[in-house]
């Protein structure tokens, strides 16, 4: 028969640990599937910019640690680059999205936002069961990253977690 007062109440919840650095490794995970190496290297990133003093939000010290190679940041008025990051990624998984006309013609930019952009990449990645996720940023910036459809869920549970305002990117807006 056990003692009551030897009850641990530091364990660990179904095996995972709930720390933010577990989180954080989780999200790398997700965000980078079928590729582990990359998600560490960025994980390393992340500890050294914890260690440097970053006491930004996790989600901020994350953006940093993934632009361009798992997820994107890119300036409000710069539909062009939001472009290029979602291509970008999209040929992580030998992907090309269809952005219904010519990215590289300047008259393509001219009836486009950044919702609209957002819900074609959402809808083509969906197809080949991708899900792009947006983020709130603290400036005037999109944000977001891809992951595989079926980890969706987790993704939810991860971003309530570590306080960060996900939403699917055909949610933009």
């Given at each position: ?34 590729d ?13 910019a ?6 930004a ?5 994350i ?9 994107f ?9 939001l ?54 940023t603290?400036?005037d910036?999109?944000?977001?990253w ?12 991860l971003?309530?977690?570590l ?7 055909s949610?933009?807006?």
């Amino acid at each position: 028969m056990r003692d009551d007062d030897d009850f641990d109440d530091d364990r660990e919840v179904d095996g995972e640990d709930d720390s933010v650095e577990a989180q954080i490794w989780r999200l790398l995970l997700l965000i980078n599937p079928g590729d582990e190496e990359t998600a560490l290297q960025q994980f390393g990133e992340y500890r050294e910019a914890v260690a440097e003093g970053g006491d930004a939000e996790p989600v901020a010290l994350i953006a940093r640690v993934i632009d361009w190679r798992s997820g994107f940041m890119v300036a409000e008025d710069d539909l062009r680059s939001l472009v290029q990051a979602l291509d970008e990624l999209a040929t992580r998984w030998n992907l090309s999205i269809d952005w219904g006309g010519d990215p590289d013609d300047d008259d393509y930019f001219d009836d486009a936002d950044a919702g609209s952009l957002l819900g074609i990449a959402y809808d083509r990645l969906a197809e080949s069961g991708y899900t792009l996720w947006t983020w709130e940023t603290d400036d005037d910036s999109y944000a977001g990253w891809i992951t595989l459809t079926r980890d969706s869920e987790p993704m939810r549970e991860l971003a309530t977690a570590l306080h960060i305002n996900l939403r699917p990117g055909s949610d933009f807006g």
